[in-house]
């Protein structure tokens, strides 16, 4: 089933089951997506995609891809490397990535699987991890490589967290659809031109493991987004580097899944 949050036309906030997306229509829900709900006949028009969620915390991966951390030159994490990301960054399907203010010049893209977490978990286990997953959407870890990795010392928090830079959307795909989430094909596609295209079984740390281990450092609130890491191919690393430009077209495509799409603009 997918899940979709959107403004109907006459402006409301409305979660629904995806009808069509060509058509953006869906069958409105009633209740709470994270207890009890039911999807209704009424088929409504969205006026605007939002956020699936709106999440409490967004936990994000490092050097979660082996490829990816061979081209970074970083040896393997022993255990997953949790780092924080703003939920003022989030934004939804079609909404623009806006480059900061403080430092335009160095934003890059980041396509990964997001993780949203169903119920509340802590301390759990590998093996019971799944019973408190809701499901998944596409994500955009977007960085400015400056403040991340110069002018704040290699704290990631500030250069992952300007508003705009955690696109997910463009709805939520509940877990009974995704037989196997660390088997997928994740991609980025800027103005037409491939520059990420792995799946997530090259992923150091799998799904189960990354939420059972962030479940051990804090409790995992329903609504909570676990970006899982990137793939190989990001801007910095290119030669010449590839960062994102006003009037780029972004999109992260993931399978199964969807493919969230965001332009790119100036504050």
């Known amino acids: ?48 995609f939002l956020p699936p969620v709106y999440p409490p915390n ?9 490829r990816h951390a061979d081209e970074t030159g970083v040896a393997y994490p022993e255990i997953p490397v949790m780092f924080l990301k703003a939920t003022t960054a989030v934004i939804g399907h079609e909404e623009c ?56 010392k290699k704290q990631w928090a500030r250069g992952k967290s300007f508003d705009t830079f955690c696109p997910i959307g463009p709805f939520l795909v509940t877990k009974d659809e995704i037989e196997n989430p660390d088997d997928l094909t994740v991609q980025t596609i800027i103005n037409g031109t491939l520059f990420q295209d792995s799946r997530t079984s090259d992923m150091i740390f799998n799904v189960a493991t990354i939420v059972s281990n962030a479940s051990q450092s804090m409790t995992l609130l329903p609504g909570t987004v676990i970006l899982t890491g990137t793939p190989q191919g990001v801007g910095f690393v290119r030669i010449p580097p590839r960062f994102l430009a006003v009037g780029d077209n972004v999109t992260v495509k993931i399978e199964k899944i969807g493919e969230l799409k965001n332009q790119v603009k100036n504050e």
């Open 1 to 48: 089933m997918k899940i979709v949050h959107f403004l109907s036309q006459d402006n409301k906030n409305c979660y629904g089951v995806l009808d069509s997306l060509e058509s953006r229509t869906a069958y409105r829900i009633e209740g709470d997506i994270f207890s009890e709900y039911t999807i209704t006949k009424e088929k409504q028009a969205a006026k605007k």
């Open 97 to 152: 990535i806006l480059l900061p203010r403080a430092g335009p010049d160095s934003v890059d893209y980041e396509a990964e699987l997001a993780v949203i977490i169903g119920r509340q978990a802590k301390n759990i286990s590998v093996e019971n991890a799944f019973d408190y997953i809701l499901g998944y959407t596409c994500a955009n870890d977007v960085s400015a490589r400056d403040w991340q990795f110069d002018k704040q």
């Open 58 to 66: 967004i936990l994000a991966m490092g050097l979660n891809y082996q």
